[in-house]
């Protein structure tokens, strides 16, 4: 980083104390330099995002979004006998995208049921390895959302509706490496000592989408081979010096064998939930349907995450400091199945109860309890300036006092549990605080599937 604080801002600002001395900084091409930017603000508080796969692989929707490598390089049988059965011979890949149609593709109503699942960011597929953008790219001709099957710019109108929600931060996926592309082979062929793919194809991408959609997130992917090949420093550089959201955009660590190295946030590997706290900001990205990112037909409701299992996610991914972000694979004619809009609505309903342990919120000393199996912290700073802490359940008690061995009460100490009205009887013993479990009848639970005691001047806060 390079910081040019002007003799002149100085000097001006010794006489002038209201203004601050102006810090021009920028970062240079190397991860150095680029690690020392501060993470920008917005993305730790937000916690919960959504990710969506969508392009031709919904077409056949079979297998998995990697069904075109399953089928002609894996050529695993039941990908082979899968065309042969449904399809003529000659058949290729490329002509599913004619069939990748979108006639049902409405984003504002992609955004409202985003919204109503209580996501603060969303992260879209502009292009997934098989290489065809889901927007008009001057660099895939062909071979884009434009020209073929949609016919229509399926990110430019997603940040269109996304951006009319507040709240909602736009975000965008993109592979750098494409399984079939020639000028990717040509360069793996020369052992990435020539550079034609990523200097006529994905770096050109990156420069596109930033420049057209202003994404606030960048979430790169298919980083095969090493940073050098991808020059992803310099892009990086870019992004954070002159790009139009360099003060805003966040981006990951999948730039060229650096996950869980460098970035914004680490997302490590897939579903990656290290059930500790880490010394960066990190993010858990996972699918409802566990088996797929992309949408496919050929699942079963077993395979289908449950409402439940996604609560438990989320609450154990922030109480270690992390983000959760949660894939849904929309249909090729793009409809979100009731199934995953379900899923998104209830995640939504807890956390309209539980929301105040979720968002904003930072790691506690405990991120579970040392006695209580199923309870994991989170904790906050409140307008008095003391902290906050949460414990979220995710389990019912079956007992009638609940004991929190990592907790010590004070005689301040209040207990109440988000979404009840009456104040929750406690003691403190030398086992921790004992929590009195309130009788509440079925249908005056205040929510399922987690439910979070609010805890208030605790002897050992922890302060950060
Ligand atoms: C493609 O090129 C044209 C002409 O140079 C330009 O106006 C347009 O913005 C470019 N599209 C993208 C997505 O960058
Ligand atoms: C708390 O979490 C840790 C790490 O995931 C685990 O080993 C431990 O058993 C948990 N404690 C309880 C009481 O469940």
């Keep these: 980083m390079i910081c040019l604080l002007t003799a002149l801002v100085v000097v001006f600002s010794a006489f002038i104390s209201s203004v601050p001395p102006t810090v021009y900084c920028r970062y240079e091409p190397n991860w150095d330099s680029l690690d020392k930017r501060p993470l920008p603000l917005w993305y730790d508080e937000v916690k919960f995002g959504i990710f969506i796969h969508w392009g ?54 992609w955004a409202d049921i985003f919204e109503a699942s209580g996501a603060k960011y969303i992260v879209l597929t502009s292009k997934h390895h098989e290489g065809f953008t889901n927007w008009p790219s001057n660099v895939s001709f062909n071979w884009n959302s434009m020209q073929v099957g949609p016919k229509r710019d399926l990110v430019g109108e997603l940040a269109t509706a996304i951006r009319k929600k507040k709240d909602i931060h736009f975000g965008l996926y993109h592979s750098l490496f494409e399984w079939f592309n020639p000028l990717y082979l040509k360069d793996k062929a020369n052992n990435f000592t020539t550079r034609y793919f990523p200097v006529d194809k994905s770096i050109p991408e990156l420069y596109e989408i930033v420049n057209s959609y202003k994404p606030e997130v960048i979430w790169s992917d298919g980083d095969a081979g090493d940073w050098r090949y991808w020059k992803s420093p310099e892009f990086i550089a870019w992004l954070y010096n002159d790009s139009p959201v360099k003060d805003t955009v966040v981006t990951n660590d999948r730039w060229g064998g650096v996950s869980c190295k460098h970035g914004d946030f680490w997302t490590c590997h897939d579903r990656f939930n290290p059930g500790h706290v880490l010394p960066h900001k990190w993010e858990n990205c996972m699918t409802i349907d566990r088996g797929s990112w992309g949408y496919r037909r050929n699942t079963n409701l077993n395979t289908y995450l449950n409402t439940g299992e996604l609560i438990s996610t989320l609450v154990e991914t922030v109480s270690c400091g992390g983000n959760l972000l949660m894939n849904v694979g929309p249909t090729h004619d793009g409809r979100i199945i009731p199934i995953f809009e379900e899923r998104l609505r209830q995640v939504g309903q807890w956390l309209k109860v539980n929301g105040e342990a979720i968002y904003g919120t930072k790691p506690w ?37 609940m004991q929190l061995g990592a907790v010590t009460a004070t005689t301040q100490t209040q207990v109440t549990l988000l979404g009840y009205p009456k104040p929750i009887k406690y003691r403190q013993d030398a086992k921790g ?8 009848p079925i249908n005056a639970m205040p929510c399922e599937w987690g439910w979070t005691f609010k805890l208030t001047n605790l002897k050992n806060q922890y302060n950060y």
């Design 365 to 401: 000393s405990h991120q579970n309890d040392t006695v209580t199996k199923h309870v994991w912290y989170t904790s906050k700073k409140n307008s008095a300036g003391s902290i906050d802490v949460y414990a979220i359940t995710l389990e019912w008690p079956t007992t009638a006092v």
């Design 433 to 440: 605080l004992l929590i009195g479990i309130p009788f509440i």
């Design 56 to 109: 031709v692989f919904s077409v056949p929707a079979f297998g998995s979004e990697w069904f075109w490598y399953s089928w002609r390089h894996n050529k695993a049988k039941a990908y082979v006998d899968f065309m042969k059965k449904n399809y003529p011979p000659g058949f290729t890949y490329a002509d599913f995208a004619s069939q990748f149609t979108a006639e049902f593709y409405d984003p504002d109503h």
